[in-house]
């Protein structure tokens, strides 16, 4: 019993002096909203681990190229800063498509030092232009005079990026611009079999489109689709030639 008795006081004693430290710990430190700002052309996803359990991720998300990301939870930094506080992170980012169409996946562990602050605002991971990982810690935004990052500002598209969204777009309208056409030569050249594949597709998808005609073959119908294609074209050309104008 004796034995027993000691051992439980042992444990007992090793577990105040864990909970007493934990305490002072929790007491010191402050768990702080997360950010993260992609200044590259590489979209990036980041996770900070838990300073209690390295292991475990406390919060973190992803985000696109030349962009903001949005308010998560969460980060633990000390209440007053002093030399040596860091924050450990992973982050992943993609490179360029292969021809297979596959995306390389890079992951990174990092342990980034925390530049001084005055007291323990929302942390901000940034990503630059060239992929190095940064933090700060600030209750301000980048675009705010009293942002103490290096990088002032949001983030802004370079040209080629802008140019390779503008091209994602340009190429949706011209396929409008192609399937317009190609339903309206269909419906020239081939109006009997064209309204029947269009009637049985708008019995199954579209039903309210088909409302008040009596079947394909009326001609309501056939001028109804006409119409709705000879619009679609009109506006998909529009659409196209302001998107055109719009080329950064």
């Known amino acids: ?3 027993k008795h000691k051992i439980l006081v042992g444990v007992l004693s090793v577990a105040g002096v864990v909970g007493v430290a934990l305490s002072q710990y929790r007491s010191s430190h402050a768990s702080v909203s997360l950010h993260g700002v992609n200044y590259s052309d590489r979209e990036f996803s980041y996770f900070i681990s838990d300073p209690e359990n390295p292991q475990k991720t406390i919060g973190g998300e992803h985000i696109a190229p030349f962009a903001g990301g949005g308010t998560t939870c969460c980060a633990v930094l000390p209440w007053k800063w ?46 630059n232009g060239e992929g190095k990982i940064s933090v700060v810690s600030s209750n301000v935004q ?67 489109e088909i409302t008040g005609f009596t079947g394909p073959n009326d001609p309501r119908y056939i001028r109804h689709l006409k119409k709705t294609y000879i619009e679609g074209l009109k506006r998909s050309r529009s659409d196209l030639e302001e998107i055109m104008k719009a080329k950064p």
Do not use: C
Request: zero cysteines; hydrophobic letters at 30%; charged letters at 30%.
């Open 82 to 127: 002093k030399p040596g506080t860091k924050v450990r992170l992973t982050t992943t980012h993609w490179l360029k498509k292969l021809p297979d169409g596959s995306l390389p996946e890079v992951t990174e562990e990092h342990e980034v030092e925390v530049p001084e602050y005055a007291e323990a605002g929302e942390l901000w991971v940034i990503r």
């Open 1 to 3: 019993m004796q034995l």
């Open 142 to 208: 980048p675009d705010h005079l009293a942002w103490p990052g290096e990088i002032k500002g949001w983030p802004v598209p370079s040209v080629q990026y802008q140019r390779e969204r503008w091209e994602i777009y340009r190429d949706v309208e011209r396929s409008y611009v192609d399937a317009f056409e190609s339903l309206l030569k269909e419906l020239e050249q081939d109006p009997d079999n064209h309204v029947i594949k269009m009637w049985k597709h708008d019995t199954e998808y579209s039903s309210s």
